[in-house]
């Protein structure tokens, strides 16, 4: 049996849990609260060293970083393939998970951060500080730092702008096919929804059906598919979309 280690449906988590959702495959959910900093206890240390969820894991081996994780789905259980089969389609979608591991990922994730990360703190009996003094790896431990101390408004100004390029790019890429590689719907398109999904709200400017109306219309369609309503009900809070937690760092020479 599969088990999964994740936190709310949403950004990392999202592209993992809609796979799974997509492919029909069963698991074992292990909720993993990483507000209350679950992720740097010893025992999910020794699933990942580094603390980041989503963590797969089958027959003992323990998966991380969800772009991979997903690929290896589609791979291990190819009955519903979510991969394009020609190699251009492949190309494209694998182009579209980087850009989101190194590119989308973290500038949603500030975003999404100074709009609701302070919110989902408020009433924890954690001492925050003292909590991420814990934190082995160096990087996460100096980006919570950052987290919880307000990203400045260069940092924040920055990432708007990389995402209203990001939307001008998905509105023209969408003209070919409605989907993002290749000519149906493929993990590209997981991966990008999973943190898109936040901006109708926290760039509301941007991405409208009157500012972008291939974009919109696209998050609505996927927003719509059986496999992502049911991966997104499993959220613990009222809507995954109005929570979140520091995402990854900014790659060094983004």
């Known amino acids: ?79 519903v393939p979510l991969m394009p089969s020609d190699p251009l389609g492949r190309w494209e979608a694998r182009v579209w998970q980087k850009f ?69 790019k998905m509105e023209t890429d969408l003209a070919r096919s409605g989907w993002l590689a290749g000519s149906s719907y493929s993990l590209a398109d997981i991966a990008v929804f999973s943190y898109v999904n936040y901006l109708p709200r926290l760039m509301s400017d941007v991405l409208n059906a009157t500012a972008a109306p291939r974009v919109a219309a696209w998050l609505k369609t996927v927003g719509e598919r059986p496999a992502v309503k049911a991966a997104l009900a499993m959220s613990r809070a009222p809507d995954p979309y109005t929570i979140a937690a520091p995402g990854p760092e900014h790659v060094r020479w983004g």
């Open 1 to 79: 049996m599969l088990e999964l280690y994740h936190w709310e449906p949403n950004a990392a988590c999202a592209r993992v849990l809609i796979t799974l959702k997509e492919k029909g495959l069963e698991f074992n959910s292990r909720y993993v609260d990483v507000l209350a900093f679950e992720q740097h206890t010893p025992a999910f240390l020794k699933l990942n060293e580094t603390g980041e969820t989503p963590v797969l894991v089958r027959d003992g081996e323990a998966y991380f970083e969800s772009s991979y994780i997903c690929e290896y789905l589609d791979e291990a259980f190819p009955k």
């Open 100 to 168: 989101v591991d190194d590119y989308i990922a973290a500038c949603v994730s500030d975003l999404a951060w100074d709009a609701y990360g302070k919110i989902a703190l408020e009433g924890r009996n954690l001492n925050f500080a003292t909590a991420v003094s814990t934190i082995k790896s160096k990087e996460r431990r100096d980006l919570w730092t950052s987290a919880l101390a307000g990203f400045d408004a260069d940092t924040l100004d920055r990432s708007r702008g990389r995402l209203k390029d990001l939307v001008g």
